[in-house]
Every structure is written in structure tokens, then in C-alpha cells.
């Protein structure tokens, strides 16, 4: 589209690229990207009932549309998967000699805190876990403080459908412009099974499924492609510029004459699979196999509930046409015997549903669906009773090994990618701190722009029980593997170092307390017992005195 980055600010390559943000090909990619969001928020019905009219007439799917559906398939196996920060993570700054640099780590995990990272990094990772692709955008945000204009810094995952990117040339992998835009979903209401009033009084959402056509036609006016591009903004970023443009690629507002100022992209790529392109391929089998599983259990749902009613039937003549069937309704049936007519008769056909079959089917692509996503089948139950013993041993770490090594690849990607989140950050930090817009509470804060944080992903933790974790705990104080504040942490990971310090004291100080007073009471039990013995008795009635803890004063 185009080789250098100075090429947006010419119109004619702003023209040609909103086109191709717009052309079918980049909708469907945005379309397909918003399909498995809504299936990770537990909207699939609408999908569902699209892929049944695949299979069943309109009437036969309006009929269906009780038993519909929308288990959350995405959600369960998304966050299965996207781990990388569930065992907690360490920040920390290194100094040109290797060493720790106590200050800058104090301050990142002030700022980590203050901006929610580690949620924002969880969310990131799922995202990335569902879309393959994600945009770490930090942004400049203007707020009012105390009645001024300033700035803070917002940090927010962008997923596929929010944004458009020009590959670099020689590096299509890369990002070289990258244009926020609005996207409008697709109309899925087009999809629905329902086209008129009565079918609309059957589905039961007449007020907000349905509309009557209007019998006035909508004048539209000969001016209107031009006023809807005009009131089209698109957001241009690159590495040495920045301005927004409307839909015709007119520049309608620059904020600082169109330059970046802090020349350099304010975003970080996440992207898993990537091929030679930008955009990465794969992870459709998730939200599809999400679709048909449950159009699979709707299909059973429906199943069982119609067949599972016996279908009434009647025989004989003069027949009643109008039959109310209940425990408290009778129907009477007449017949001339003298006139040698044959009794009516009355009854029920009861279907055989495979409602087992069934069910074996949808296990069974379950199962599929989980292990080919690095899962084991154990993480879903189908049933209330019927859940097998929890694993244990060797059991346990043959049915966690596989989903493991598929974390750890992830944990590269963030261990590469989120210390350019806080150099960013430190640019635009710095930026708005010289101009004296910074908000007051990140002006404490002084973090070089070249900063190296490095991260440390806690291991996952394996399933066990509180005897067994505390049994763990104690092994690993006797053999000496940990002070007292890590045994402390690793027992409580929300714990800082400072508070299980802090802890650390308090049940020391009481452990002495008590110690103390067992040691008070045990002799003073002592003496005050008569057991007898011939000896002393100055001896015997001294006063016995406790001195430091583990001491006893006679």
C-alpha cells in the first residue's frame, strides 16, 4: 500500500487505505474477529440459530428457539488456557551491573498497582489466547484535575475489530501505521428467524426482534455518502505522526501539527502464528466448535422435550374435533353398539429418542475439542453425580503435562513483549512531566525511557489439598529451601514482602506470649501440686520466676 510512513500524509494514500479499510475482505476479517468476542461473552445463540436455518426450514427453527442453546464453550476453554498470569508475576529493574536496582523496582510495582497491570496483562492474555492477535495500545488520556487541563496514561488491549495496520515493507509482521477506527457490527438481526408479526408473536420478542415495515418510503438524501465520510474520523499513528481524518481522508484534527511526540508507536503487538503477515491465522476451530456444540445440545434439547410428550390418537366414528387432554379433563367418545359400529379407541404413541446416542456425540466432540486445545477432559462435567475421583500423582501430572508447555510458550511472548509497555509508558510519563501535565499522582514517579524490567512468572500450582500444601510448607522449612517471609508468600501469594514481614513479627510476638505463659502455668502447677514427697519446703515454695523465652529462672 504504501513503502514509507511519510506517505500518509498525502490524501491520495489516505483515500486508498481507508478503501481498503472498508472493502469487504477487511469487514469479514473484523466481522469474523467480533464472532469470537461474542462468543467468549456468552452470546452465541444468535450464531446457533443462523447455523440451524442451515439445516431446518424457518417455521421448524421458530419452534426450536425455547430450547436454544448458549453454554459458555469460549469462555471455559479461553481461560483454561490464557495462564500466564494466574500464578502471579515479579517485576523487577536491573542496574548496567547486573544488579538489582531496589528504587526503580519499588516504583514499578507502585505503578504496576496503581494501573491494575497484572488484570490488564490477564486480559491481554486471553484475548491473544482467543483472537491471535492484540494491540497493546498506551494511551495518552485527557482528564481535568483541579480545574486544568492534564494528562494520565491509560493502558487498554485492543482487540482485531478496533483497529487497521499497514505492514512495514520489508517486515510484514510489523506494524507500520496503525488506524483506530469505529466498527459497526454486523447486523445478526438479519439472522434471525423472524420476518413478520405472527412469527414474531410466537417467538415471544415482538418488542424488540420485530418492526413492522414502514409503508413510507425513506427519502434518502443525495448528499448523504458525503455527510456519513465527513462524520467518519479515523485515528493515523505512526512512528513520526499523528492526526485524525474524516472518511474522505481530510485532516480534521492534527493535536500538535500531526507529530508524534513521543516518535515512536504507542503500541505492543501480542500475536501468536504469525506467517509471514501481520494478521495471524488459526483459533477458528474454538468459536465454531463453541457454535455446533451447542446447536448440537438445542438439536437434543428439542429432541427430548418433543418426543419425550405422547402423541394422542383417537379411532372410530363421530369422533369429538376439539380434545382437551389433562388429568382434570375427560373425553367422552360414543359409539352404536346396536348398529354394530366398532368401539373408538383412545391412547398415546410414545416415541424412542436416541437421546443416549445423542449425548455420546456431543461428549465425544467435546472431548475433541478440548484435547486438541492442549486441555484435559476432566476440566468439564456433563454430569452432577457422576464425577470420577480427583487425580492424583502421577495421574494428576500426565493430565496437567501437555496444557504446561503451552503456557510456558505464552509466557515468552509477554516476558518479550511487556517491557516495551513500560518504556512507552515512561516516554509519554516523562513527555507530559516536562510540560508540566502530568496527573499528580504519576508525577512521583521517574522512570527512565530505556528502562529493562524483567519478569518472573510464579509457577502454576499444582491441585492438592491444605494438608498437603502445609506438609510442602514444612519440608521446605526444614531443609532450609526458604526464609520464613517467602514460606509466608508462598502461602499467601497477595502478600508483599513488607507484609509478610510485617506478619512474620506479629505471630513471632505471639508465639512468645503463649510460650511464656505455658511455661508460667506448667510451673506454677508444680509447685502449688502436693505429691508427697518428703523435701524442702523453702525450697518447694520458692518463687519461680520466667525469665527470656526458652529460659526458666528457679
Known sequence: MISAEAEILDIGARVRIIERINSQENKNRKDESYKRYLGYKDKTYLYVLKKMLLMFKLDTVIEMSYAIANISFVRKIIDKLARVYSSGVTREVYSEEDEIDEDLTQQIQELAKLKC?????????????????????VKPQPVLEDGQDKYDVDLCPLFPFLYDVVERPQQREKHMVVILSHYRPPDLSLGLPIQN????????????????????????????????????????WSDSYHFTTDGNGEMVQTGGDGVNPIQVLPFVNFAED?????????????????????????????????????QLYMTGKNLPKNVKVGPNSVIRLEYDAAAEESAPQIGFLNANPPLADLKAQIEMFCALLLTTNNLSVSGVATQLGGAATPAAGISLIIDKAESMEDVSDQAQIFKDNEPLIWRLMAKWMNYYKGKQLLVSNLV????????????????????????????????????????????????????????????????????????????????????????????????NSQRVEAGPVGYTEV
Open 117 to 137: 497491570m497484572d488484570t490488564k496483562m490477564k486480559k491481554t492474555n486471553r484475548a491473544n489466547k482467543r483472537d491471535k492477535n492484540t494491540l497493546f495500545y
Open 197 to 236: 408479526e405472527e412469527q414474531a408473536a410466537r417467538h415471544n420478542k415482538k418488542a424488540t426482534l420485530y418492526q413492522a415495515p414502514s409503508k413510507r418510503k425513506k427519502a434518502i438524501p443525495d448528499d448523504f455518502d458525503k455527510f456519513k465520510k465527513e462524520s467518519e474520523r479515523y485515528i493515523w
Open 274 to 310: 504469525q506467517d509471514g503477515t501481520f494478521w495471524a491465522t488459526g483459533g477458528d476451530d474454538l468459536i465454531d466448535g463453541a457454535i455446533l456444540l451447542n446447536s448440537m445440545i438445542s438439536h437434543s434439547n428439542h429432541i427430548g422435550i418433543v418426543q419425550g410428550y405422547g
Open 444 to 539: 512521583e514517579f521517574d522512570l527512565p525511557e530505556d528502562i529493562e524490567v524483567q519478569l518472573k512468572f510464579g509457577d502454576p500450582k499444582p491441585i492438592m489439598t491444605e494438608k498437603e500444601k502445609l506438609d510442602n510448607l514444612k519440608l521446605r522449612d526444614e531443609l532450609g529451601l526458604n526464609t520464613k517471609e517467602e514460606l509466608m508468600m508462598m502461602d499467601d501469594p497477595s502478600l508483599t514482602k513488607e507484609q509478610a514481614s510485617k506478619k512474620l513479627l506479629e505471630l513471632t510476638k505471639q508465639k512468645m506470649i503463649q510460650t511464656a505463659q505455658a511455661v508460667d502455668n506448667a510451673v506454677g502447677g508444680n509447685g502449688n501440686q502436693d505429691n508427697g514427697q518428703p523435701g524442702d519446703t523453702e525450697q
